[in-house]
């Protein structure tokens, strides 16, 4: 896809630790269409942040984006100077972060913070700054933003600062917005109303958004198309509708599952993942998702899947899919989820990893 | 025709005692200047042995307070605390020390509640030994007994908690508040911090542990939808106050009260095709503050359809009876469901 605005090729960002190389980001690879929205989501630590953080040059020591090319209207950012990605940063694409209280300055009132994100890059005439200011408050929605724009951070409630850093966000009317958790600390009825804005924002000024989350609820309200992440790699990519209503990737079968839904009948059990991610300095031969996988075979503990074409537009990076596990593994009526538990797949002598010993076969004492 | 109830156990079957009854619980910090947080602002309600009953409501409302007061880890302003019949709220010294063993509390941060400088067995030993129960190998054959039961290696009881993951850590607590065999465990969101893959295996977990000792829960968290899943009843709550309580069934299908359908057409569903006929009833303002609660109905500020000036502001509701075993407090519970559309 050439009309991209953003594609990032074959990324890889690495932390060189005292411990070990943790190997966060490895070999991922997405675009972005002008005006689209995408959600990023995955489990704590598999790579979200590291990924955005790659794509926005704010990757900082013990980190290094070891390989890999983003392209940004064609061209390459990780090749540009340091003055001119940051010219880039924030006036072309512009990032919200999770917690806005520690990404904002405390003793700066709110106004001159937005006022300075305008600065920064001279769109607009000094003149007009403050009126901007208080028209983007007001366009985020937050009441009374002449009086507003005077106060500070602490003297907004949570949700008013997240506005208020969406509003800098957008004071430079960015192509490329993206959302790093940015509803994760707030209570519900304050996300929804974020999620709305963002939502208002994307079809009015046609900024495209990324959209980083752990909460799928949140991905399939805002986004068109979705890329889960798992323990470093982009382990399967679709439009919303394909990836709920038919993953092929045993990770996200296993996630949309492990969540209970408002709208669900009660009583019914969860189907939880056993187990935990795998550690990124020692990362599991094969199938990185294979010491949790209930539908592994043989060769995913050897050769690691690529990411192929599973349907038009959906991709999963799995030898088995689940197309193949509803057909010949019974994965429609599959109560035990461990590991290797709906293939038969428990490879004799192969000691199993303690976080895959299943609870119920971790040894009794001898008392 | 809505009856006022008097008592809150009138929506339960009278043959069977409930375990626990909460009677217009009060608790109101000092703020300073002679101001008072109004944390706790008359609360009651009633909870069957076995039963779960989930407690939402958005952050502040009063959630922990409420139990906190319950396990008596604070003292309550006024009200009372009835723990199969006994008022623990008046009982003192050793008396209230074996009542309190009936009740246990798991907390929402699963690293901030295990002290780092104990190991896991010492941690989970800690009620037993408190209570002289049992020591010695006693003791450590039922510390290993309860690893097992949370589904953790036995043999971790030597380890120390900064070993062990977010989820590890919550199954810890968990078997800690199992010690002493409580009849009744406070979770307060338990989940919360956890991952979502992680979730699942502990809310299973408590589920299984439920059926296998009779636990009795009050589960609280801000997620309507885990509550939705675990609780036979949810009870929402609203500035210190209750606003609606109804079986968890009842509560998606109809509700009595502004606020708890504004939660529930807040809350994403991980279905895109509902998701686009999904309309949000956007409360205006902010949460008021617990300081200085607005009179009449306390969310006559943000409510769709409040009466203003008028009864809503005048007048505060109380609990009523609006069907089987649904409670809500508002003025105009009928006009909930007509005036306040949440789908396209
Ligand atoms: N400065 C650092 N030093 C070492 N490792 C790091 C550093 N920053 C991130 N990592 C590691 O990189 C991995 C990916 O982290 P990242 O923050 O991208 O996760 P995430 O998907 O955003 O998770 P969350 O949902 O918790 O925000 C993690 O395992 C993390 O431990
Ligand atoms: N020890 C205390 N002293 C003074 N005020 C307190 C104290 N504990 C709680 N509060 C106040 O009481 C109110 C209710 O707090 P509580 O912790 O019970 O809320 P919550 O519903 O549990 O919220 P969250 O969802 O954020 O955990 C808040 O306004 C809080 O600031
Ligand atoms: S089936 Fe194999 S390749 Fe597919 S997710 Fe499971 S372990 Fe990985
Ligand atoms: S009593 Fe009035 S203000 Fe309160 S919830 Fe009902 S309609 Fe709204
Ligand atoms: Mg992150
Ligand atoms: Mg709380």
Redesign the interface.
């Known amino acids: 896809m050439t009309d991209a605005i953003l594609e990032v090729r074959n990324l890889s960002t690495h932390f060189f630790t005292d411990d070990g190389e943790v190997k966060a980001v490895r070999d991922v690879s997405f675009s972005i269409a002008p005006g689209e929205t995408v959600g990023i989501v995955g489990e704590s630590g598999c790579g979200k942040s590291v990924t955005a953080m790659s794509v926005m040059g704010l990757v900082g020591r013990p980190g290094k984006v070891v390989g890999g090319e983003i392209m940004f209207r064609g061209r390459d950012l990780l090749k540009l100077s340091k003055e001119e990605f940051r010219n880039i940063r924030g006036r072309d694409i512009a990032m919200i972060f999770q917690d806005p209280l520690s990404s904002m300055n405390p003793v700066l009132r709110v106004g001159y913070q937005i006022d300075e994100a305008m600065y920064a890059h001279d769109k607009i005439p000094r003149d007009q700054v403050e009126r901007r200011a208080i028209d983007l408050l007001a366009q985020v929605r937050v009441s009374d933003a002449a009086r507003r724009i005077r106060q500070f951070p602490h003297q907004f409630s949570g949700g008013m600062r997240q506005r208020a850093m969406i509003a800098m966000g957008l004071s430079n009317k960015p192509d490329l917005l993206i959302a790093d958790e940015p509803t994760t600390a707030l209570d519900v009825t304050v996300q929804a109303q974020i999620l709305e804005l963002l939502r208002d924002l994307n079809e009015q000024t046609g900024a495209a958004i990324i959209l980083i989350t752990h909460n799928l609820g949140v991905v399939a309200g805002l986004c068109k198309r979705v890329l889960v992440m798992y323990a470093g790699e982009i382990v399967e990519e679709g439009t919303v509708e394909q990836i709920f209503e038919s993953p092929q990737h045993p990770y996200t079968w296993s996630l949309l599952r492990s969540v209970p839904r408002i709208d669900a009948r009660r009583g019914h059990r969860l189907l939880s993942i056993e187990g935990l991610p795998p550690d990124l300095i020692d990362l599991p031969q094969g199938c990185k998702f294979n010491p949790r996988c209930p539908f592994r075979v043989e060769r995913c503990f050897n050769e690691s899947p690529p990411i192929e074409q599973v349907a038009p537009a959906q991709y999963a990076a799995c030898w088995v899919t689940m197309e193949r596990a509803y057909a010949e593994m019974g994965a429609g009526d599959i109560i035990d989820t461990s590991p290797g538990a709906a293939s038969g797949v428990h490879p004799a002598g192969r000691t199993l990893p303690a976080a895959e010993v299943p609870a119920a076969l971790a040894e009794p004492v001898g008392d | 025709m809505t009856d006022t109830i008097v008592a809150p156990t009138a929506q339960v079957t009278p043959t069977v005692e409930p375990l626990l009854r909460v009677v217009n619980v009060v608790k109101h910090f000092g703020a300073g200047g002679g101001a008072s947080v109004k944390a706790v602002d008359g609360v009651s309600f009633a909870i069957m042995p076995g039963e779960t009953v989930g407690l939402v409501g958005?952050?502040g409302c009063g959630k922990s307070t409420l139990g906190r007061l319950i396990t008596q880890l604070i003292p309550v302003s006024s009200g009372e605390v009835y723990l199969d019949g006994v008022d623990i709220t008046k009982l003192r010294g050793e008396k209230l020390r074996q009542q309190r063993k009936q009740l246990q509390m798991i907390f929402q941060d699963p690293y901030a509640s295990l002290d780092p400088r104990m190991t896991v067995g010492d941690i989970i030993a800690e009620p037993l030994v408190n209570f002289a129960m049992i020591k010695g190998r006693a003791k450590d054959?039922r510390v290993?007994e309860l690893l097992?039961t949370v589904?953790?290696?036995?043999?971790f009881n030597n380890r120390y908690p900064h070993e062990f993951?977010g989820?590890q850590r919550q199954r810890i607590g968990i078997a800690r508040a199992l010690a002493l065999n409580p009849k009744l465990i406070i979770c307060d969101e338990p989940v919360s911090a956890l991952?979502?893959?992680?979730?699942?295996?502990i809310?299973?977990l408590l589920?299984d542990l439920q059926r296998e000792f009779e636990l009795t829960y009050l589960f609280i968290a801000?997620?309507?939808?885990?509550v939705?899943?675990?609780?036979n009843r949810v009870m929402v709550m609203y500035l210190g106050r209750i606003c609606e309580i109804a079986p968890?069934?009842d509560l998606?299908t109809s509700q009595e009260h502004p606020y708890t359908r504004?939660?529930?057409?807040?809350?994403?569903?991980?279905?895109?095709?509902?998701?686009s006929k999904?309309r949000?009833v956007?409360?205006s303002?902010?949460?008021p503050s617990p300081l200085n609660p607005p009179s009449g109905c306390r969310f006559h500020t943000r409510c769709p359809i409040a009466q203003v000036p008028g009864v809503c502001a005048d007048v505060e509701p109380q609990l009523e009876l609006k069907g089987d075993g649904h409670l809500a407090a508002c003025h105009f519970s009928e006009q909930v469901r007509t005036k306040i559309a949440i789908v396209n």
């Open positions: 958005e952050s054959v290993q097992r589904g953790l290696n036995p043999y993951s989820g991952d979502v893959s992680i979730q699942a295996q809310i299973n589920e801000h997620d309507l939808s885990v939705r899943h675990i609780s968890s069934e998606y504004a939660l529930l057409s807040s809350i994403p569903v991980p279905d895109p095709r509902i998701e999904r949000l956007e409360l303002g902010e949460i």
